[in-house]
């Protein structure tokens, strides 16, 4: 479906896809990873560190995504349940860590409905791995693109980060 050299990131692989007119395998490709097979993911590394140590100090913390319950194609899985599940397995809500709770999660069905949810929640701090997302956040929110596997993008208002240590120093 997509060449060997291509690199093995999300963005490279949905821009290939999207660029060769077979967007509807995307579409079923994320249904699959972000479904049935979310639980082979693991957590970025310092991920959970990083989110504690920023809970130490007493900063907010809500994960605000744009994910349909379903996917458009493809198998049926409730993809907000298993991105949940993922949370949980991976100690996001354990009282003795990160001790996040259900209500600090946040699945939106439209890129509007999320950036209206990043803004009601009073975010004064936002990061995700797509610029186009980062394009619609208002200026006085600080932006952070995570991008660990690209190289640097250009082209927003945004600080590029690589890795969950460097927004813990940044925020530090």
């Not at 990131?9 to 049935?36: C, F, H, M, P, S």
């Not at 993922?86 to 069905?109: A, S, Y």
């Not at 990043?118 to 995570?146: A, Q, R, S, V, W």
Request: a negative charge; aromatic letters at 10%.
């Amino acid at each position: 479906l997509i060449p060997i050299n291509l690199p093995k990131e999300k963005n490279a692989v949905r821009n290939y896809l999207r660029e060769n007119q077979i967007e509807d395998e995307w579409t079923i490709i994320q249904g699959e990873v972000y479904g049935y097979r979310i639980k082979e993911a693991v957590p970025f590394e310092e991920t959970l560190e990083t989110l504690q140590a920023l809970t130490e100090k007493q900063i907010p913390i809500n994960i605000i995504s744009h994910k349909t319950r379903e996917p458009y194609l493809g198998p049926k899985k409730d993809l907000h349940a298993a991105a949940m599940s993922w949370l949980g397995m991976n100690h996001f809500f354990d009282p003795e860590g990160l001790n996040l709770k259900e209500n600090q999660v946040f699945f939106e069905v439209t890129k509007e409905k999320k950036m209206d949810r990043i803004i009601k929640t009073g975010c004064t701090h936002f990061m995700d791995d797509l610029p186009e997302i980062l394009k619609m956040i208002p200026n006085e929110i600080n932006k952070f693109l995570f991008s660990p596997n690209e190289e640097q993008i250009s082209g927003g208002n945004w600080t590029v980060i690589k890795s969950w240590k460097e927004l813990r120093i940044i925020l530090s």
